[in-house]
């Protein structure tokens, strides 16, 4: 019998970092108001704030699910597009429904993961660009008010990268154990999570 | 166990070079920031809130892990490219500051060089081998010149030589160290890091100097304060509307 000790227990660890991570703190997603801080504030936002988190985790996951160039085309490839968001927030360009696109982001790359699904890569690319315009938006639109406005955004992209590299490590260390169902099972969870941003994203509209 | 030999043997000496190096500049730094030298001298002070800042510190981690994905001749090229920029960069401080203070805000964002060291080292590390090893010479070279700018735009002493000294010793140490460590520790997914590296370093200069040019907004003026005070103010009024 193969040992799939190491296995589970990350995926254990995983489920019960996500929940901890969203669970308590659901209600202050995306709701920055008045002057922020620096670069801790920056840092402690994607980390605090769980539609970022979950979305940044899935992204991770979802390309060492793919395998091949998409374990490191995706989470290159978010970070770079959601500046061209974050320009347009700065700007205060018009974005409808920024929202409820984070909280499409997160079921539709949470759910891509639940059913293993591996399209193309460019078809990948294009999905995670547009999630990433309105991530990057709502990011955007906050950066001018903090207090440093640089260091927010060096602490802020750090922060996201970070969670990228944990999702990319929790996406390989669950893709052979159980042909792969562990970590459709954290997508699942993920899904979920994103079914209620959902709700009240749309519910708040 | 191997018994431990001395003088060290080249092949530990390279593994542990770099954690050894690593240590003593923490060690160095330590006592120059730490009481009671703190007190004695700006140094310090400067040490912490300009040299040790993320912005100045990430384009050169970055510069670190990329010289260490090539391979040694190119990796050797571009530190001595990054080493003739920072003296390249003190020597023409003012024509290379010229047609950047046109910018605006340009002293409260250090003339963008840390911006552009970011981007620069982030373009160096996104790439695949053969096209680093074409490009990182040149792009170590324009973050040399950064990082010697963005010395000599914060130095507060202006003719004091120690800030410059430190300020070039602790960017070398940094790229050395992360190159030395990351060489003799390799493993087959840094090259992955790297690339998520470099996608931050660019998002991040671009979000920055993008924050750096705009104009600042100002924060939502706070609710109105209620009157806790409902009782009339009957010192300096006089009672007008009594009877006479």
């Given at each position: 019998m193969r040992d799939r000790g190491p296995a589970n227990r990350a995926f254990f660890l995983s489920a019960v970092i996500l929940v901890a991570f969203v669970a308590p703190q659901?209600?202050?997603?995306?709701i920055l108001q008045g002057e922020q801080g620096g670069f801790g504030a920056g840092f402690a936002h994607p980390l605090t704030g769980p539609d970022h988190f979950l979305a940044m985790f899935a992204v991770g996951l979802w390309g060492a699910q793919m395998g091949g160039r998409s374990v490191w085309t995706l989470p290159v490839t978010f970070p770079l597009i959601m500046v061209l968001g974050g320009v347009a927030g700065m700007l205060g360009l018009p974005f409808v429904g920024v929202e409820i696109g984070i909280a499409v982001s997160i079921l539709a790359l949470g759910a891509a993961i639940a059913f293993g699904w591996h399209p193309v890569e460019w078809a990948a690319l294009c999905l995670i660009a547009f999630f990433a315009l309105c991530h990057g938006y709502a990011h955007g639109a906050e950066?001018?008010?903090?207090?440093?406005p640089a260091d927010y955004a060096i602490g802020f992209v750090l922060a996201t990268g970070m969670i990228h590299i944990f999702g990319i490590g929790v996406g390989l260390a669950l893709h052979k154990p159980m042909g792969g169902r562990l970590a459709r099972g954290l997508g699942a969870l993920i899904a979920l999570g994103g079914i209620y941003f959902l709700g009240a994203a749309v519910l708040s509209a | 166990m191997a018994p431990l030999s001395f003088p060290p043997e080249p092949a530990r000496l390279y593994r542990f070079g770099g954690p050894a190096l690593a240590a003593l500049g923490v060690a160095a730094i330590a006592l120059i920031v730490l009481p009671p030298a703190a007190a004695e001298s700006p140094l310090a002070w400067w040490i912490v809130n300009s040299a040790l800042t993320p912005e100045r510190l990430l384009p050169l981690l970055g510069l670190g892990v990329a010289l260490a994905l090539t391979g040694p001749r190119i990796a050797l090229a571009a530190l001595l490219l990054f080493c003739i920029g920072i003296v390249f960069g003190f020597v023409a401080h003012k024509e290379l500051l010229e047609p950047l203070t046109?910018?605006?805000?340009a002293a409260t964002h250090h003339f963008l060089t840390g911006p552009i060291a970011s981007i620069a080292v982030g373009l160096a590390l996104i790439p695949p081998a053969r096209w680093r090893a074409a490009v990182l010479p040149l792009l170590a070279f324009i973050a040399g010149c950064m990082l010697a700018l963005a010395i000599v735009v914060t130095d507060?002493?202006?003719?004091?030589?120690t800030n410059r000294i430190a300020g070039v010793t602790i960017g070398l140490w940094v790229v050395v160290v992360v190159m030395l460590t990351l060489r003799a520790f390799h493993r087959p997914w840094f090259a992955v890091f790297s690339r998520i590296l470099g996608s931050w370093l660019i998002a991040i200069g671009l979000l920055y100097g993008g924050v750096a040019l705009m104009p600042r907004k100002a924060p939502p003026p706070p609710p109105p304060i209620p009157d806790l005070n409902p009782l009339p103010d009957f010192d300096r009024s006089r009672p007008q509307t009594l009877p006479q």
């Amino acid at each position: 019998m193969r040992d799939r000790g190491p296995a589970n227990r990350a995926f254990f660890l995983s489920a019960v970092i996500l929940v901890a991570f969203v669970a308590p703190q659901a209600a202050f997603a995306h709701i920055l108001q008045g002057e922020q801080g620096g670069f801790g504030a920056g840092f402690a936002h994607p980390l605090t704030g769980p539609d970022h988190f979950l979305a940044m985790f899935a992204v991770g996951l979802w390309g060492a699910q793919m395998g091949g160039r998409s374990v490191w085309t995706l989470p290159v490839t978010f970070p770079l597009i959601m500046v061209l968001g974050g320009v347009a927030g700065m700007l205060g360009l018009p974005f409808v429904g920024v929202e409820i696109g984070i909280a499409v982001s997160i079921l539709a790359l949470g759910a891509a993961i639940a059913f293993g699904w591996h399209p193309v890569e460019w078809a990948a690319l294009c999905l995670i660009a547009f999630f990433a315009l309105c991530h990057g938006y709502a990011h955007g639109a906050e950066l001018p008010l903090s207090t440093d406005p640089a260091d927010y955004a060096i602490g802020f992209v750090l922060a996201t990268g970070m969670i990228h590299i944990f999702g990319i490590g929790v996406g390989l260390a669950l893709h052979k154990p159980m042909g792969g169902r562990l970590a459709r099972g954290l997508g699942a969870l993920i899904a979920l999570g994103g079914i209620y941003f959902l709700g009240a994203a749309v519910l708040s509209a | 166990m191997a018994p431990l030999s001395f003088p060290p043997e080249p092949a530990r000496l390279y593994r542990f070079g770099g954690p050894a190096l690593a240590a003593l500049g923490v060690a160095a730094i330590a006592l120059i920031v730490l009481p009671p030298a703190a007190a004695e001298s700006p140094l310090a002070w400067w040490i912490v809130n300009s040299a040790l800042t993320p912005e100045r510190l990430l384009p050169l981690l970055g510069l670190g892990v990329a010289l260490a994905l090539t391979g040694p001749r190119i990796a050797l090229a571009a530190l001595l490219l990054f080493c003739i920029g920072i003296v390249f960069g003190f020597v023409a401080h003012k024509e290379l500051l010229e047609p950047l203070t046109k910018m605006p805000q340009a002293a409260t964002h250090h003339f963008l060089t840390g911006p552009i060291a970011s981007i620069a080292v982030g373009l160096a590390l996104i790439p695949p081998a053969r096209w680093r090893a074409a490009v990182l010479p040149l792009l170590a070279f324009i973050a040399g010149c950064m990082l010697a700018l963005a010395i000599v735009v914060t130095d507060p002493s202006l003719d004091d030589p120690t800030n410059r000294i430190a300020g070039v010793t602790i960017g070398l140490w940094v790229v050395v160290v992360v190159m030395l460590t990351l060489r003799a520790f390799h493993r087959p997914w840094f090259a992955v890091f790297s690339r998520i590296l470099g996608s931050w370093l660019i998002a991040i200069g671009l979000l920055y100097g993008g924050v750096a040019l705009m104009p600042r907004k100002a924060p939502p003026p706070p609710p109105p304060i209620p009157d806790l005070n409902p009782l009339p103010d009957f010192d300096r009024s006089r009672p007008q509307t009594l009877p006479q």
